[in-house]
């Protein structure tokens, strides 16, 4: 049995994780789901929770996870018990983090600016993925470091688009 203390948006949860077969038996906060998860090609993943099906990409951070499904972006921190309890904005709030294409697609508006100082969920950029324009956010406040992607040009699956720095 694996326990560990997330914080997901300022707010800390239990996780209980057990092998179960083929699948594991996850205790959130006391509330108790099968879930069938199989690692598929790097860092994205396939959920079945509950007989519903979810695919995310989890990247390990400094502190924690990056946890991404369809374009929306959480952190979740690790807590060490030991420790107190970070503040209420949770996750990995300093240092650089890459912000990646989640699908291939092309890059049809770049939003931002290198050094522009964004909060978190300010839309970054447009990526048109499967004939649907997709807008990228800002998983935490920042600056704009660096912009790898380009207006027009296509992106691969992983490919870095921008990078955010710590907030001013």
Do not use: C, W
């Not at 997330?6 to 594991?24: M, N």
């Not at 912000?99 to 970054?124: D, F, S, Y």
């Not at 704009?144 to 710590?166: D, K, M, N, Y």
């Amino acid at each position: 049995m694996i326990h560990l203390e997330l914080e997901v948006g300022g707010v800390v949860h239990s996780v209980s994780a057990e092998a179960d077969g083929d699948r594991f038996r996850v205790v959130v906060d006391g509330k108790e789901r099968s879930v069938d998860a199989r690692g598929l090609d790097g860092f994205f993943y396939s959920f079945l929770i509950d007989s519903r099906s979810h695919e995310a990409t989890v990247e390990e951070t400094a502190d924690g996870y990056r946890v991404q499904t369809g374009l929306h972006a959480i952190a979740v921190a690790r807590l060490d018990p030991l420790r107190p309890a970070k503040g209420a904005a949770g996750g990995r709030q300093s240092g650089p983090l890459p912000i990646k294409a989640v699908m291939p697609g092309k890059v049809t508006r770049v939003l931002v600016t290198a050094g522009q100082q964004v909060e978190a969920g300010a839309p970054l950029l447009v990526l048109e993925a499967m004939k649907m324009e997709n807008e990228v956010t800002a998983p935490r406040a920042g600056v704009v470091s660096r912009i790898t992607a380009q207006a027009g040009f296509p992106v691969e699956t992983g490919a870095e688009l921008l990078v955010l720095g710590e907030a001013d």
